[in-house]
């Protein structure tokens, strides 16, 4: 019982201070700063790429394009689609796996700024957590706001603003409709666009 209570005490301590996201934008994150080490160790010069924009600054096609191909619940639910989360569950436990992720926008958020990409139940564990203390402490506009400032679009390019001018030479403010679904659609698989 003693080592089950210190566990969770460990646990809920090393938990990241999440408020401080309510006026503050992130410098980097933990996708960011693992992306900058694998970069090193293969000696690839790639010099990171985020120019972060204000939510009014980015296309509203490209928002509803990544609403529609990511979490199209997003602002209905709490930061966890519990209906996903069960049919993620019940297909990893059919196929002794655990390759699908259910993750919200809040949840891929809550990886990319504070976790590594290990696919494992105490790393989705701490990312429910997380998602559910950026819930209570920030809106779902900000959510979205720094998903979309930090989201992986290619190697070393994080965030619209940077996918838009690398890939259509474009602020992401003037992403017409294809070009914002070509963007939504290199999320999943952001580093296979062009490496």
Known sequence: LTAVVGSFVYFYYTLPDVSVLKKKNPKSSALMELRDEEYRQKQIRAPRQQIWVPYGAISEHLKKAILLSEDAAFFSHKGIDINELKEALRKDWETASFNRGAS??????????????????????????????????????????IYLNVAEWGRDIYGAEAASRYYFGKPAANLDPLEAATLAALLPSPRNSRE
């Open 104 to 145: 919200t926008i809040t949840m891929q958020l809550a990886k990319n700024l504070y976790l590594n990409p290990a696919k494992n139940p105490l790393r989705k564990v701490k990312e429910i957590v997380i998602a559910w203390q950026l819930e209570q402490a920030l809106s779902k506009r900000r959510i979205f706001e």
